[in-house]
C-alpha cells in the first residue's frame, strides 16, 4: 500500500533470524496510523513511523488484518518488522 501523504510503501519484512537475511515481504494493504502508533506503543501522534518496527507474537492477530497475506508465524526461526520504504 502506498502512503500517498508521505509516498512510502507500507510492508512487513521478514528476517531469518540465522542469517539476518530478508527472506520474504508482505504488503500492508490498509494503513492505520493511529492504531499502529497504539500497537507500536509510539507516544508522539505527529510520528508517521518511518523507521522500523518489531512485530511481537502479541500484536499478530492486531496486524493480520492489515497484511495482503498471513504468514505462518514463527519466531524461532523469523523476525518480524513493520517498514516504510520510499517510493
Known amino acids: 500500500m ?3 501523504q508521505f509516498n512510502v510503501n507500507r ?13 520474504s515481504e508482505i504488503e500492508v ?8 502508533q497504539k500497537l507500536f506503543n509510539v507516544s508522539d501522534y505527529k510520528n508517521p513511523m518511518f ?7 502479541e500484536i499478530t492477530q492486531e496486524i493480520e488484518t492489515h497484511m495482503s497475506s498471513v504468514p505462518n508465524w ?14
Open 74 to 87: 514463527d519466531f524461532e526461526k523469523y523476525s518480524y518488522y513493520l517498514e516504510a520504504n520510499a517510493v
Open 51 to 57: 523507521d522500523c518496527y518489531e512485530i511481537t507474537e
Open 2 to 4: 502506498i502512503d500517498k
Open 11 to 23: 510492508l512487513i519484512r521478514i528476517y531469518s533470524n540465522k542469517t539476518e537475511l530478508v527472506v
Open 29 to 36: 494493504r490498509f494503513y492505520d496510523v493511529a492504531k499502529f
